[in-house]
């Protein structure tokens, strides 16, 4: 198993606030429950070297409690980093921008078991529109 491919280091975290209130405004979105994604996919590479970078948060709304809030994203951090793999070589061999963020819409505690799903499942969407946008600009 190769390191850098499973990694989830500090340039791949998405933690600009000017970057994340873009994203909010104008990105897209998947949705599939307890998840949603925000999503922005540009050409425009030139202002950062990393091509992929997500971000992840939970709701403090439903969840009082830190300890819940951070149980939950360490789940959903661990779900993304195990299942990234194919989007990140697409978005590398498309030489694309793709700035993620990945929220916990759920109002219960989540199965430890079922996340990995739901995440995998919406990676592999946005994997199809990582190549659409490539089709789209040849």
Request: glycine content about 4%.
């Amino acid at each position: 198993m190769t390191n850098g491919l499973y990694a989830y280091s500090k340039p791949e975290k998405l933690k600009s606030r000017k970057q994340i209130e873009a994203l909010f405004a104008g990105g897209q979105q998947l949705y599939a429950y307890p998840i949603k994604i925000f999503y922005n996919l540009t050409n425009n590479i030139a202002e950062q070297t990393h091509l992929l970078q997500a971000g992840v948060a939970v709701s403090s709304r439903y969840f009082k409690k830190a300890v819940h809030r951070n149980y939950i994203k360490r789940l959903l951090r661990e779900a993304y980093r195990l299942n990234k793999v194919e989007l990140k070589t697409a978005v590398y061999q498309k030489q694309v921008k793709l700035n993620l963020f990945i929220i916990y819409v759920g109002k219960e505690m989540p199965e430890k078991d079922k996340l990995p799903h739901v995440v995998k499942k919406l990676l592999l969407q946005l994997n199809r529109k990582v190549d659409e946008m490539d089709k789209e600009h040849t």
